[in-house]
């Protein structure tokens, strides 16, 4: 998706809120100590795929030692 081509359906019509400063692109992890962090989304306006990417690396430390492994 970071690259402008939708995983799923080949799509090239990807949309992002890197440049959002509203605060709409938080997910909640109350579960982790965290109250909120920033996600960076990508969406295929094709298709309605989105991947979300964390960027916090203290967030992603916590997510690391108290999240189930797959």
Do not use: F
């Not at 990807?14 to 920033?38: C, F, K, P, S």
């Not at 295929?44 to 964390?54: A, I, R």
Request: proline share 1%; aromatic share 8%.
């Amino acid at each position: 998706m970071k690259s402008g081509n939708c995983p799923k359906c080949k799509g090239r019509t990807i949309r992002t809120n890197r440049e959002n400063q509203y605060g709409e692109d938080h997910m909640y992890l109350g579960t982790v100590g965290i109250t909120a962090v920033r996600c960076l989304v990508y969406i295929c306006c094709d298709c309605g795929y989105l991947e979300d990417y964390v960027e916090d690396k203290k967030a992603l430390e916590k997510i690391r030692e108290r999240w189930a492994r797959v």
